[in-house]
């Protein structure tokens, strides 16, 4: 998806690529911890994206997602 921004007042246009992909996971126990970063990755990769933010959410309410950079 390509996104573009238009600023009338600086008169300028910039176009943003947008990508999402919905990654699913099953775990063995109510408690367990995955590293997914590989599958990030990959996602970055088949987005074709260089630069930007990479937002990695979980989408139910028991789920977390931790970070460390």
């Given at each position: 998806?390509?996104?573009t921004i238009i600023n009338v007042k600086c008169n300028i246009a910039i176009t943003m690529k947008a990508y999402t992909e919905y990654l699913?996971?099953?775990t063995k126990?109510?408690?367990?911890?995955?590293n997914i970063t590989s599958q990030?990755?990959?996602c970055l990769?088949?987005?074709g994206i260089k630069?930007?933010?990479?937002l990695v959410n979980a989408m139910h309410?028991?789920?977390s997602v931790f970070t460390y950079d």
């Open positions: 998806m390509l996104l699913w996971f099953n126990g109510k408690t367990e911890f995955l990030v990755n990959q990769q088949k987005s630069e930007g933010f990479c309410i028991t789920a």
